[in-house]
């Protein structure tokens, strides 16, 4: 047994269910990003991180996902707009975060047909 799955073990964390693509744009001293992150993370969350800070291009292309939200954290599952921070903890208390975490993303380019 790896050291990662008996500190997963002993938090009564899952990291097996997580099947969301998870992505979040954040500045390096945000306490909102940071907090976020840790909420990711205490919940086993692999995600990807855009670290935006002083890079304006970078911050527009976020705002364009984002609906026009400039502000930071703003976190995207499986492609679908979140929010920031508060909105992430809003999910978790709500009971819904971790449905929403353990949803696979749809593949590109598959049609449904009925």
Request: net charge positive; proline share 4%.
């Amino acid at each position: 047994m790896t050291l990662q799955h008996r500190i997963n073990q002993w938090l009564g964390r899952h990291p097996e269910t997580i099947k969301a693509h998870v992505e979040i744009y954040t500045w390096q001293t945000c306490p909102y990003c940071i907090r976020a992150k840790l909420l990711l993370w205490w919940k086993g969350v692999t995600f990807t991180e855009y670290k935006i800070d002083g890079d304006g291009g970078a911050r527009l292309r976020m705002a364009k996902r984002a609906h026009g939200r400039k502000t930071v954290p703003q976190i995207f599952v499986n492609d679908q707009h979140i929010g920031g921070c508060d909105q992430l903890y809003a999910l978790d208390r709500q009971g819904r975060l971790d449905a929403l975490l353990a949803t696979a993303p749809s593949p590109e380019g598959v049609l449904e047909t009925s």
